[in-house]
């Protein structure tokens, strides 16, 4: 059976912020899928960081051989670790440079939506009434659309810009995040010290910050490492149709172009596999901690 | 039931939201505001019947409802590119997506919720504990990946399946009933849905088991086991049927989701559904028929959301039943 | 004795260790009788009927002793042919003791074709019976569980149990969810039906005025032991044991009028780490040094006479006397606390 964790309840000085960051620090230390999934995580950090280093190659310049010709489609090989494109790039440069792409997009689309998600939740699930009705309308209508095509009519339309990209994938997402807060709001409400608080004549925002906000905070984490998973696939799939952004180097780009170039017919598996295993590990990386926020929040009863 | 009235206004407001917002959107695009309808490849004859049909010299406000009209009616206007009307090309296609999208989530949720009670027996296994991650692995790459990884590994590389479309070239059929049936036409459905039951798969089969392990704990599976019914009856007829009703509610959502996420899948495989339709219109600002498909899948979306809210109330006593006692 | 309990040991596989939430408690069941066993949640009373069941949770298991039933020892292999035709188990009013999404006509329906072997028709004929039995029209029998009150969920767990003739019913809390008046009717009906069909009852409860109201016999269990039994009246009237004394006061008798309520200081003792003497001593107004390092708890339950595990049993009257008194237990309080 699913139990809730108590909330921290503040401690005399009031505030359960340090304690439950302290929880959420600790967590993947306790959990080994977690752990691994934060590591894979700063593993791509690092390589986003020092991709000039590690691959020192222009991801999109057209290379030549020695003879002067055209270095495309090259095996993968000492010179080219993952080979060339056919038009002659070097593979390796555009995984190693489509990281800092694919962080971007999922680390902003992942602050969007839990910034938003959590202050929805946060407002409607407290205030409740006519805020709480608008509010939750809007993330009805926003659930209603379908996903996919909504990111490809707008970026279609509006111009194929990563920015488009993120600001649409944000848009969908943040409903669930904000039903799921608000419902936990809801819950804690009407606990003893929040009562006790409202008594003692606390303000709605200092309540809400101070008392209930920090309970929150790992919900907030589940969904945000759920949406960079969510980020990154979708901007490769939109990169795949062909709505991205033609001059941005990304998995998707890279994907999209093996795809067109038939690169699958020729079997140069080299080209399309490593972006996929990429995009797998950040996305299961997200699955992970976002699991292990979970049982901070709601340990399950595991009896063993 | 009063319910159900409730549900099936919330989906249609829901459905009547997007349209609202689909028709500012369309308004709001690069060009005239004629544009969304009108285009200079259609011959001025079919121009004017747009500009008669939509209303499209009329205030802003009067299109709007002159457009839900069209829409009550299924009218979308006429494709700039094929000249013909939207409604029909839809009509066309839209059979390709549901087999597509009904065979594979058959499959997958048939394959889920047997993998996933199996896996919530064996518990603590240590079969448990590896699958579990690499059932996540497969809902963290994107389907289209797994389209390409296929489609070069069974198709270009061993020649089981073809590489693309729905049918052979050259093959002519008396009626669609009988193009849908042929072995050609099964032959190209094959890999697009291995590749969409191999991403769906993991939804049911990890809530298959999340259910069941909850349900396990219950104290009427307890009270079973005390009177001494087998484990199999147990499992099946009363943990296994509790487990079960949130999944079928996901079936139903999975069709709507579904619908809009094939667009990739009918990219890779070239695929003739509404997906595909919407990129290439998108691609070549062919608006009626980009907005025509849209709506479609927005359509289905709401559809499944009500068909979802619908199986809730029908399969859970709690609900169907009210309190008498 | 239709039900004997010799020195059981039920242990729980937890992170923080194995622990003994049934400690060597042995207590008996004469036939035809209802006997009560009673005692404060987490003492091991709800644990010890559960494995007499055969039905632990999945980090629990039999460490020692034995039950017999019929002179024939059980345990969780060779329960399953006994489970509900001779021994069956009364549930607390719990939301869930039925499958929600079955009618409760058709889970009675199902024991009896599954479990008793009856045809389609008999079954269902059984199961207006039972029904008429506990007091449920015959119409109730296509309703689902949700659709039934607290007090009618109870009478269909009892019509449940009854289904194959069991001779020993072993219920649990049956009534502690209701309120005092439905409480009341139930127990009626549970000693009216026990008559009757002279069943043999094992009722675990908490409250001791239900205890008085309808038990036999008595026995008293105190973290995941027995430290008293005997026959109802002397128990409750000359009670032998501190703790027992302390129970009575804390519970106002349903046929009298309130007592001056008395709460027992302290909390019992945490299981993973028992310790060594005699269970209750830290909380005890008695007790003496003697007491923390002396085991003190019943090996053996023979019901017809009175016995009490207490070291200082001799001196019982003494003791008895000053436990009327709350100041006593106020002392004690302090001292538990401490």
Request: charged share 15%; aromatic share 8%; net charge neutral.
């Amino acid at each position: 059976m699913v139990e809730r964790a108590e909330p921290i309840a503040p401690a005399r000085t009031g505030f359960p912020l340090l304690p439950v960051l302290r929880r959420m620090a600790a967590m993947p230390l306790k959990d080994p899928f977690a752990f691994t999934g934060l590591l894979i995580y700063v593993l791509f950090v690092m390589v986003a960081l020092l991709a000039d280093q590690l691959a020192p190659v222009d991801p999109l310049e057209i290379l030549f051989t020695k003879t002067g010709k055209l270095a495309a489609n090259v095996p993968p090989g000492a010179e080219f670790w993952l080979g060339t494109t056919n038009l002659g790039r070097d593979i390796y440069a555009q995984l190693v440079h489509g990281t800092r792409s694919a962080l971007a997009v999922g680390l902003s689309a992942a602050i969007i939506v839990s910034t938003v998600g959590t202050v929805v939740g946060l407002v409607s699930g407290y205030f409740g009434g006519a805020v709480d009705a608008v509010l939750m309308r809007i993330a009805d209508m926003a659930l209603s659309l379908p996903f996919l095509p909504f990111v490809i009519v707008l970026t279609g339309f509006l111009g194929a810009d990563t920015s488009n990209i993120v600001l649409a994938v944000a848009l969908l997402l943040w409903p669930n995040s904000a039903r799921v807060i608000r419902s936990q709001v809801l819950t804690l409400r009407e606990r003893a010290y929040v009562e006790a608080a409202r008594v003692t004549g606390a303000s709605a925002s200092r309540i809400l910050f101070v008392h209930i906000a920090p309970n929150i905070l790992p919900l907030s984490f589940v969904y945000a490492a759920i949406a960079i998973g969510w980020a990154i696939i979708t901007e490769a799939s939109v990169s795949f149709l062909g709505f991205g952004d033609p001059d941005s180097v990304s998995w998707g780009m890279m994907l999209q172009d093996a795809f067109s170039s038939q690169a699958l017919s020729r079997g140069q598996y080299a080209w399309f596999v490593p972006p996929g295993l990429c995009i797998i590990l950040v996305v299961v990386a997200g699955f992970f901690i976002s699991r292990g926020y979970e049982e901070v929040f709601m340990p399950r009863l595991r009896g063993r | 039931m009063k319910l159900i009235l409730e549900r099936f206004v919330h989906n249609a407001v829901a459905l009547l939201a997007v349209i609202t917002i689909l028709f500012f959107m369309f308004r709001l695009m690069p060009g005239t505001p004629l544009a969304a309808f009108i285009n200079e490849n259609l011959n001025a004859d079919q121009q004017q019947a747009m500009l008669e049909q939509f209303g499209l010299d009329k205030p802003m406000w009067q299109q709007y409802f002159i457009y839900l009209g069209n829409l009550l009616q299924g009218e979308f206007g006429l494709s700039f590119f094929q000249r013909r009307s939207v409604t029909t090309i839809l009509l066309e296609v839209l059979p390709n997506s549901l087999i597509l999208t009904l065979t594979s989530l058959i499959i997958a949720y048939i394959f889920g919720v047997l993998a996933g009670a199996w896996l919530a027996w064996k518990r603590g296994s240590w079969i448990e504990r590896a699958a579990v991650p690499a059932v996540l692995a497969t809902r963290a790459a994107p389907e289209f990946w797994i389209g390409m990884v296929l489609l070069a590994l069974l198709s270009f590389n061993a020649g089981w399946f073809p590489s693309g479309g729905a049918s052979s070239p050259g093959l002519a059929y008396a009626n669609n009933w009988q193009r849908i049936a042929s072995w050609d036409y099964v032959h190209h459905l094959a890999l697009p849905v291995l590749t969409l039951a191999l991403y769906l798969q993991g939804l049911p089969l990890l809530l298959m088991r999340s259910n069941m392990l909850e349900v396990m704990h219950e104290e009427f599976v307890t009270m079973a086991r005390m009177k001494g019914f087998s484990e199999w009856r147990i499992v099946i007829q009363h943990a296994a049927r509790n487990a079960l009703l949130p999944v079928v509610t996901a079936f139903a959502l999975g069709v709507g989701l579904s619908m809009g996420g094939n667009v990739v899948i009918e990219t890779v495989f070239s695929w003739p559904g509404i997906g595909r339709l919407l990129v290439q219109a998108v691609s070549v600002h062919d608006y009626p028929l980009a907005q025509g498909a849209f709506l479609m899948i927005a359509l289905v979306l709401a559809l499944m959301n009500f068909v979802a809210d619908l199986l809730y109330m029908v399969l859970d006593p709690r609900v169907s039943h009210g309190r008498k006692g | 004795m239709i039900l004997e309990v010799d020195g059981l040991q039920i242990e729980y596989a937890t992170r923080a260790g194995a622990v003994r939430a049934v400690d060597g408690a042995s207590f008996a069941v004469p036939e035809g009788r209802i006997v009560g066993l009673v005692g404060e949640s987490g003492c091991g009373k709800t644990t010890a009927v559960r494995a007499i069941m055969g039905v632990l949770a999945e980090n629990g298991r039999r460490a020692g002793g034995r039950v017999l039933f019929k002179g024939q020892p059980i345990d969780e292999a060779t329960t399953r042919k006994h489970l509900w035709r001779d021994i069956a188990y009364v549930p607390q009013s719990a939301m869930n003791s039925l499958d929600p999404v079955y009618t409760v006509g058709s889970q009675l329906v199902e024991v009896l074709t599954r479990r008793g072997n009856a045809s389609m028709r008999a079954a269902r004929a059984r199961a207006a019976e039972l029904f008429d039995l506990v007091g449920l029209s015959e119409s109730r029998l296509a309703d689902y569980p949700h659709q039934f009150s607290g007090g009618m969920r109870q009478r269909a767990a009892i019509a449940m149990a009854l289904a194959l003739n069991p001779s020993l019913l072993l219920a649990d809390e049956p009534v502690t969810a209701l309120d005092v008046i439905v409480q009341r009717q139930i127990l009626d009906m549970l000693r009216d039906l026990q008559q009757r069909l002279r069943l043999s009852m094992v009722l675990v409860t908490h409250d001791i005025s239900v205890v008085a109201y309808l038990c036999d016999d008595v026995v008293v269990m105190y973290a995941g032991q027995v430290i008293e039994s005997g026959p109802v009246r002397e128990v409750l009237n000359r009670p032998r044991h501190p703790y027992t004394m302390g129970l009575r006061n804390a519970f106002p008798d349903l046929m009298s009028d309130a007592l001056e309520l008395v709460p027992i200081g302290g909390s019992p003792p945490d299981l993973s780490e028992p310790p060594a003497g005699c269970r209750f001593a830290p909380r005890c107004p008695f007790a003496l040094t003697a007491c923390e390092t002396t085991p003190a708890f019943i090996a053996n339950g023979a019901l017809r006479t009175h016995v009490s595990a207490c070291l200082r049993d001799a001196e019982t009257d003494t003791l008895r006397t000053a436990a009327l008194d709350p100041a006593t237990w106020q002392r004690s309080s302090n001292y538990a606390m401490s």
